[in-house]
């Protein structure tokens, strides 16, 4: 199951903190590997009805070496609407 945690999203001065499941990943992985999950998960986004989009990293989870667009359940990061999204990957 992918674990998705929110966390805010407004441009800040301030490094954004990793969540649990970046920060589990990150010790298992080698630091060259896990700079290229970064931008894999980067690539993967959703785009809510508001219009507004959201990449996986940014909501605190991590998509790599997947494949398919899969549909899942998330609270959107601007308009703080519940619903369905497709993930898709974006080149």
């Not at 010790?27 to 993967?44: D, G, L, V, Y």
């Not at 009805?49 to 990061?77: F, H, Y």
């Amino acid at each position: 199951m992918l674990e998705l945690i929110l966390y805010n999203t407004q441009k800040t001065k301030r490094k954004m903190e990793l969540s649990r499941t970046q920060k589990f990943v990150k010790w298992f992985s080698s630091k060259a590997k896990f700079e290229k999950i970064i931008e894999e998960s980067k690539q993967w986004i959703f785009k809510c009805e508001c219009g507004k989009t959201t990449s996986i990293w940014d909501m605190g989870g991590v998509r790599s070496g997947a494949k398919g667009n899969p549909k899942i359940r998330l609270k959107c990061p601007h308009c703080q609407k519940v619903s369905w999204q497709i993930i898709y990957k974006e080149n």
